[in-house]
């Protein structure tokens, strides 16, 4: 089930929402790395995480799935989001430099056919970085967060996905080691979790965020897709009836 574009805002603007912002956010800019010339596409509901490469990248662009909806962004200038099928997304082969994708995998219908379709538009030696909910992680577990939606996945199934389909993790980490509970304690108390978190280990994390390169060729071809066929009824020709 897909999360809709009014309820994904509406968390943002919450307390929990933009404190898992931040906290997921110090990971996504340091998985990025130097964004300077590159073009950048957030891909399923990324926009939160990506005004950082507004002014360095040459192009930045937000796909959202229409079943999802899109709300434009950024809030100052020219909207730069696309609404379409993230299975059939309108652009060349080749064209992006780096895919940001948070809310976008544990949404999608068909994993496998979205990974080959990142492979397509991802430039040679270009990188996608995803984030998604820890199947075992307290995030996952709760549903009043858009972490708690979809399907969520474990490191190896991750991992596996992304080597299927010719994509090689270079770089892991975890975020939101804090109970998703929206009480100001728990906001207060937010370093503590996440310094704990990791010494107790990735398993306690909410979400796996990691770094993928893309290899020279695909591992597995696109689907071709059936030509639906349309049964049209044997109808004769015959002239108007005057009434």
Request: proline share 7%; hydrophobic share 40%; with cysteine.
């Amino acid at each position: 089930m897909s999360s809709d574009v009014a309820r994904l805002i509406a968390y943002y603007k919450s307390p929990l929402g933009r404190l898992s912002r931040a906290l997921v956010r110090e990971h996504v800019v340091a998985l990025a790395g130097d964004v300077k010339g590159k073009r950048v596409l957030g891909l399923g509901f990324a926009t939160p995480y990506m005004r950082f490469a507004l002014e360095p990248a040459e192009r930045v662009l937000a796909f959202m799935p229409a079943r999802q909806g899109a709300s434009s962004w950024p809030r100052e200038g020219p909207s730069r989001t696309v609404l379409c099928d993230p299975l059939e997304m309108p652009l060349t082969d080749a064209a992006i430099d780096l895919t940001i994708g948070i809310h976008a995998l544990e949404h999608v219908a068909d994993a496998e056919e979205l990974m080959r379709e990142l492979w397509r538009i991802t430039a040679p030696n270009g990188h996608l970085i995803l984030v998604v909910p820890r199947r075992r992680g307290m995030w996952a577990q709760r549903d009043n967060t858009p972490f708690g939606q979809g399907n969520p996945y474990s490191g190896g199934q991750i991992e596996k996905l992304l080597r299927d389909h010719s994509f090689v993790p270079v770089a892991w980490r975890d975020a939101l080691f804090v109970p998703p509970i929206n009480s100001k304690l728990m906001m207060r108390s937010t370093r503590f979790w996440e310094g704990a978190g990791r010494v107790v280990g990735s398993a306690m994390s909410g979400v796996i965020c990691v770094r993928a390169r893309k290899e020279a060729f695909p591992a597995v071809p696109r689907r071709i897709k059936e030509t639906r066929y349309v049964r049209v009824p044997n109808l004769k020709t015959a002239t108007a009836r005057s009434g």
